[in-house]
T-cell receptor, first 115, second 112 residues
Framework: DSGVTQTPKHLITATGQRVTLRCSPR?????VYWYQQSLDQGLQFLIQ???????AKGNILERFSAQQFPDLHSELNLSSLELGDSALYFCASSDSLLTSNTEAFFGQGTRLTVV | KNQVEQSPQSLIILEGKNCTLQCNYTVSPFSNLRWYKQDTGRGPVSLTI?????NTKSNGRYTATLDADTKQSSLHITASQLSDSASYICVASGAGSYQLTFGKGTKLSVIP
């Protein structure tokens, strides 16, 4: 158990809908990262928050947004869902920014299926 | 553009045998190289982290090597076990960057 909790584990929804994925980082970790893993693809970085502030953005669609709350949990909001958004969404956390030996711990992921 | 390429895409080995997985990266300026193990449908779990000045690092039966000059890394697994069946992902991080660049992974299957 990495200590990073993601809910829900599975989500099935229809095209055009909006969903919210939740991530609770390890106790004490200030940094949260979101990744998307489509079938047979590598993890793609979406966005990073550090202590409530957005620090880096990757290939995140405009239909997607995220935030980190004062209690350090984070939510990833996906709207106007398309079939191609079906993927595993992972959250990771670290105690600081990713310097040389900073460990990043991953949650078990949320499997999103858009039908 | 930062990229990480892994080979082979998949590998089948007999239980008890050794294997070596390869990784080439084009991340500049380079900071560190990580290997993760990912079981199907689960989150990646860290095996090793190496900075640009380290050549080798071990974690039990897993030994990673790094050649920062040729931008290559390898992960050697000795005396494989059935539980080693998973995807092994090479990840590179740039200096001053908060982002990890992931390879697509090598899918290892260990059979009895």
């Amino acid at each position: 158990d990495s200590g990073v909790t993601q809910t829900p584990k599975h989500l099935i929804t229809a095209t055009g809908q909006r969903v919210t994925l939740r991530c609770s980082p390890r106790s004490g970790d200030l940094s949260v990262y979101w990744y998307q893993q489509s079938l047979d693809q590598g993890l793609q970085f979406l966005i990073q928050y550090y202590n409530g502030e957005e620090r880096a953005k990757g290939n995140i669609l405009e239909r997607f947004s995220a935030q980190q709350f004062p209690d350090l949990h984070s939510e990833l909001n996906l709207s106007s869902l398309e079939l191609g958004d079906s993927a595993l969404y992972f959250c990771a956390s670290s105690d600081s920014l990713l310097t040389s030996n900073t460990e990043a711990f991953f949650g078990q992921g949320t499997r999103l299926t858009v039908v | 553009k930062n990229q990480v390429e892994q080979s082979p895409q998949s590998l089948i080995i007999l239980e008890g045998k050794n294997c070596t997985l390869q990784c080439n990266y084009t991340v500049s300026p380079f900071s560190n190289l990580r290997w993760y193990k990912q079981d199907t449908g689960r989150g990646p779990v860290s095996l090793t982290i190496m900075t640009f000045s380290e050549n080798t690092k071990s974690n039990g039966r897993y030994t990673a090597t790094l050649d920062a000059d040729t931008k290559q890394s390898s992960l050697h697994i000795t005396a494989s076990q059935l539980s080693d069946s998973a995807s092994y992902i090479c990840v590179a991080s740039g200096a001053g960057s908060y982002q990890l660049t992931f390879g697509k992974g090598t899918k290892l299957s260990v059979i009895p």
